[in-house]
């Protein structure tokens, strides 16, 4: 089965920073890569799929980019809002893999 | 509005049973693939298992596979998950979620339902 491995598990970020979270699978996948953004105490909250495309509604300062084995999720000017959990997930076959999560949090 | 409401979370002790529903509103429920993820407490998100709309095609993870069954009433909009020989391990809250398909024709899950708990302890 392929493994979604996310980088850093855990981030500490100034409010304005330039944030980015790695998503690696291993062995690659297409572009079928969607990344979720979990507030605490929240439900999943979809932002962006194929890799790239943001969800209607996302706000602008979040992009994703990537193909293959490496994906990245770039939020350009971090936000107090933005503390939260975030998860790759591949979804162009089955099993539907998530990553292990990458928690945002404000410096 | 798209809305997912899931329910039927309950205590069950080890070995038993436990069915849970996810009703679906707003979008032509059968015309959409539904799955299920789970969240143990305090920990990451585990997809569960998929069903296609018509219902004639399943999916599950590994550690589920022969223990639970997912289904669907398109008549009812309604999403369930069968349960059998649940151990401690199961123990998570459960979200359905809707799929959408992207330009490549694979399907993304969009919207999430709020979830329902299931604990298994004596």
């Known amino acids: 089965d392929i493994q979604m491995t996310q980088s850093p598990s855990s981030l500490s970020a100034s409010v304005g920073d330039r944030v980015t979270i790695t998503c690696r699978a291993s062995p690659g996948i297409t572009s079928s890569l969607a990344w979720y953004q979990q507030k605490p105490g929240k439900v999943p909250k979809l932002l962006i799929y194929?890799?790239?495309t943001l969800q209607s509604g996302v706000p602008s300062r979040f992009s994703g980019s990537g193909s293959g084995t490496d994906f990245t999720l770039t939020i350009s000017t971090l936000q107090p809002e933005d503390v939260a959990t975030y998860y790759c997930q591949k979804y162009d076959s089955a099993p539907l893999a998530f990553g292990g999560g990458t928690k945002v949090e404000i410096k | 509005e798209v809305q997912l409401v899931e329910s039927g979370g309950d205590l069950v002790q080890p070995g038993g049973s436990l069915r849970i529903s996810c009703a679906a509103s707003?979008?032509?429920?059968?015309?959409?693939?539904m799955s299920w993820v789970r969240q143990a407490p305090g920990k990451g998100l585990e997809w569960v298992s998929s069903?296609?709309?018509?219902?004639?095609?399943?999916y599950y993870a590994d550690s589920v596979k022969g223990q639970f069954t997912v289904s669907r009433d398109n008549s009812k909009n309604t999403l369930y998950l069968q349960m059998n020989n649940l151990r401690a391990e199961d123990t998570a809250v459960y979200y359905c979620?809707?799929?959408?398909?992207?330009?490549?024709?694979?399907?993304?899950?969009?919207?999430w339902g709020q979830g329902t708990l299931v604990t298994v302890s004596s």
């Open positions: 194929a890799a790239s």
């Open positions: 979620a809707k799929r959408s398909r992207d330009s490549s024709g694979n399907w993304y899950l969009d919207y």
């Open positions: 069903i296609l709309g018509s219902g004639g095609t399943t």
């Open positions: 707003g979008f032509t429920f059968s015309r959409y693939a």
